[in-house]
């Protein structure tokens, strides 16, 4: 579904991305795992157009999309809730999920409808303004955004920052739902335990490289991925 | 009942300085840039009209829809050519071009109008209206008239429509917007458009209230709206609309009770007290900072 072939990214001068490679399989979860300034959300911001890349390509679905700008990913099948939510602030939840949708148009209200299904405490909230939501909400609100436009690969940065353990429990739950439903996901994560424990695949990172991969299952039993999250060299 | 017929004229007059402003702030918020060549788009579109009207012996309301068009083109053109290669530049850069842009479009005026002010056709014609003592003039009607549905339309446009929609969301988050695969260029570019329409409308009224048009005659309309902008909140479309309004009456209860000379000062006196005490303005919004 997706393959990310020897990529490099800078910022001016510094060089965040080294050589990077790596796929996601239909039907897969898989999980980029790495320290605060891996390169995880930089990575994940150059697959969906945000960012680009001095070299290699980024094939999805069979289509190259190193050049595609961002706003086409979208009707491609492709969605990514950024770190930190990135919700509209200023507007509604409902509006919210309209912009989710932008691109699609059709059967907007039955999808606004299992959205909410999903998370009902969206619905009560619905007319409410989302910059008044708690970061829970919010995250609900970003994930439920992102489903609105049905993308085969869900992008997931970092979605239980600044939550309560019940509630990463909760996002959690979510994803996998999503992904019965036939969604490929992505998912970056601090939370390494949590993170294996639904991928079938990881990749690590430091500095900007793939230094182990195998599945979660592996990492999960592997010394080094210990040394990894706890921001180790 | 001197005071009520100066309040009406500053309404009038203060709706011309919203429209102006709706398209400093529109631009501000979803381009994030200061377009100072935004005043002389209301000298081209009172141009138009008398080249319309006066030269070619064209109807007038085909002199507005003509005005109306080169204005959108022209903005649209402007921003295309001047601001889209700046996108990622710094901000200062982006705000000298817009400045280099004001004084070619001032010059180019001068190269084909000359110095002298030209004088606006009648395009409005009807007759001051009567209530007792008071006596409103037609333009007033007619500006306020016009000025009010643009601003209800605009405003049902930004809440209730798509591409309205579209336009709150890149101008809280450019790339929040582009990964809902909102096209940030092409928001920008209908921006340009709505705002250089509103401001050869407000041209339009312009000369129609002043009577003559100068290359130089869109620049302290244009500042004025700047000053309405930023004295509703910057970046607010109710903002804009309620700055330029009040900005209006102020400088005519200032001219009418205090002084003509002193009015353009008493204007920006009143603006730097409101930024004072609220620094984003009447409306604005705080950034909103939640991590
Ligand atoms: N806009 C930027 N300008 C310059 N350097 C940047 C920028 N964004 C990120 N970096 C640098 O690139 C590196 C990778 O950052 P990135 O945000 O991808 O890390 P991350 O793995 O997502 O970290 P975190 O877990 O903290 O979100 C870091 O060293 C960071 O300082
Ligand atoms: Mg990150």
Redesign the pocket.
């Known amino acids: 579904m997706l393959k990310v072939e020897n990529i490099n990214v800078y ?2 001068q ?1 060089h ?1 991305i080294k050589d990077v490679s790596f796929e996601v399989h239909e039907g897969e979860i898989v999980s980029l795992i ?10 994940l911001k150059t697959i969906s157009g945000l960012l680009r890349s001095k070299t290699g390509h980024i094939t999805f679905k069979g289509e190259d999309i190193s050049k595609t700008e961002a706003y086409k990913l979208v009707p491609k099948g492709l969605a990514h809730v950024p ?1 930190g939510r990135r919700i509209f602030l200023q507007m509604t939840v409902k509006e919210n999920l309209e912009m989710g949708a932008y691109t699609k148009g059709e059967n907007m209200a039955e999808d606004i409808e299992s959205v909410y299904n999903h998370f009902p405490r969206l619905r009560e909230r619905q007319n409410q303004i989302a910059g008044t939501l708690s970061g829970g909400e919010q995250q609900m609100l970003a994930m439920g955004r992102a489903m609105m436009s049905h993308p085969d690969l869900l992008i997931l ?2 979605p239980s920052m600044g939550l309560a353990p019940i509630l990463v429990q909760g996002i959690f739950d979510i994803i996998k739902e999503f992904h019965k439903m036939g969604t490929t996901i992505l998912l ?1 994560e ?1 939370n390494a335990e949590m993170a294996l424990s639904i991928a079938d695949r990881a990749y690590v ?1 430091e500095s ?1 490289r793939v230094v182990l991969t195998g599945t979660g299952e592996e990492l999960k039993a592997s010394d080094q991925i210990k040394k990894a999250y706890l921001g180790g060299n | 009942m001197s005071f009520l017929s100066n309040l009406i004229s500053g309404l009038s007059l203060g709706s011309i300085y919203a429209l102006i402003a709706l398209g400093y702030t529109m631009v501000y918020g979803i381009a994030k840039m200061l377009n100072f060549a935004h005043g002389d788009v209301i000298m081209v579109g009172a141009f138009t009209v008398i080249v319309a009207v006066n030269s070619m012996g064209l109807p007038a309301v085909l002199g507005i829809v003509l005005s109306v068009l080169i204005c959108v083109v022209m903005g649209v053109t402007i921003e295309r050519i001047a601001y889209k290669p700046l996108r990622s530049s710094p901000p200062l850069s982006v705000l000298i071009t817009a400045i280099g842009v004001s004084y070619f479009l001032q010059s180019l005026a001068l190269i084909i109008f000359g110095s002298t002010q030209k004088s606006f056709p009648k395009v409005f014609n009807m007759e001051p209206v009567h209530l007792g003592e008071l006596t409103i003039k037609g333009e007033s009607i007619e500006t306020l008239v016009v000025t009010t549905a643009i601003m209800i339309g605009l405003t049902l446009f930004i809440n209730k429509t798509k591409m309205g929609k579209a336009m709150r969301a890149v101008s809280e988050d450019r790339a929040a917007a582009e990964l809902m695969g909102i096209s940030v260029n092409k928001t920008i570019t209908v921006t340009f458009a709505i705002g250089s329409a509103l401001a050869s409308v407000a041209g339009l009224f312009f000369g129609a209230t002043y009577g003559f048009i100068g290359p130089y005659t869109g620049s302290m309309p244009g500042i004025k709206a700047f000053v309405a902008a930023v004295f509703g909140g910057i970046g607010s479309i109710p903002g804009a609309m309620l700055g330029g309004i009040l900005l209006g009456v102020i400088e005519n209860l200032a001219k009418a009770y205090i002084s003509t000379e002193l009015s353009d000062a008493i204007v920006f006196g009143v603006l730097v007290l409101v930024l004072c005490l609220k620094p984003t303005g009447l409306l604005g919004k705080k950034i909103n900072e939640k991590v």
Not at chain 1, 34 to 40: F, I, L
């Open positions: 910022y001016g510094i965040a790495g320290a605060n300034g891996a390169g995880k959300s930089t990575i770190e940065d970092e970056v601090q990172l900007g």
